[in-house]
């Protein structure tokens, strides 16, 4: 089954410098790759996704490239603010994993930002 | 903040007890998914709701049950409850319009589950 790996754990910058946050998956077959913000005590939060078909889609300050080839996928933040210190998650889905459902999301263990004003 | 619900906010059960969760999807969404945060973590898939049907299952034992609604609400069951079981449960509500497919998901607030 499909097995996502979230590097690094924890990340602290200045604010207005940039994250980066890294993510590899197993399954060959995923093709669906969506971010999460997940503020204390809140629900986790659609911030970015991408599809298989795609190399690299942008937000604002947000960006997300997939590497298909080496299984890995990133997160950019330019421009950090204080408010965007959170812990983040990355995952992936598509047909053929776990447990033969489709539609199903695999998360990783997620990324605490701190973001010093 | 989107338009997925869940009930309770917070529950406290004691060990072997049984609990009902409650999902409600967002307009318009016809699939709703369960997953099981604990502290640290993040979420792991429980199981899906498609058309009322269950539509694919994590690692999660029997005991672990869940219901779809014609209006596409769902309910997580979990019975003879452990102390392991204490965590967030979250759903999160898609709409799918060819099955298979991979769905953009939003959250729900979640349930606070603490086993006593």
């Known amino acids: 089954g499909e097995n996502v790996e979230q590097h690094p754990s924890t990340l602290s910058v200045q604010e207005g410098d940039s994250a980066v946050i890294k993510c590899t998956y197993s399954?060959?077959?995923?093709?669906?790759f969506p971010w999460y913000k997940q503020e204390l005590g809140k629900r986790p939060q659609l911030i970015i996704d991408i599809r298989s078909n795609v190399g690299e889609k942008k937000d604002q300050r947000i960006a997300v490239t997939l590497n298909k080839t080496a299984k890995h996928f990133s997160l950019h933040i330019t421009e950090t603010q204080p408010e965007d210190s959170a812990v983040y998650f990355c995952?992936?889905?598509?047909?053929?994993?776990?447990?033969?459902?489709?539609?199903?999301?695999?998360f990783g263990k997620g990324t605490k930002l701190s973001v010093k004003p | 903040e989107t338009g997925v619900t869940q009930s309770p906010t917070h529950l406290i059960k004691t060990r072997g007890q049984q609990v009902t969760l409650r999902c409600s999807s967002q307009s318009g969404h016809n699939t709703v998914s369960w997953y099981q945060q604990a502290l640290g973590q993040g979420p792991q898939f429980i199981f899906q709701?498609?058309?009322?049907?269950?539509?694919g299952r994590g690692n999660f034992p029997p005991r672990f049950s869940g219901l779809q609604f014609p209006n596409y609400s769902s309910e997580l069951n979990v019975n003879a409850l452990e102390l392991d079981d204490s965590a967030l449960y979250l759903c999160a509500s898609s709409f799918r319009a060819v099955n298979p497919s991979t769905d953009t998901q939003y959250f729900g607030p979640g349930t606070r589950l603490t086993v006593l």
């Open positions: 995952a992936a889905s598509g047909p053929g994993n776990y447990g033969g459902s489709q539609g199903n999301l695999i």
């Open positions: 709701y498609y058309r009322e049907e269950e539509n």
């Open positions: 399954d060959s077959a995923s093709n669906y």
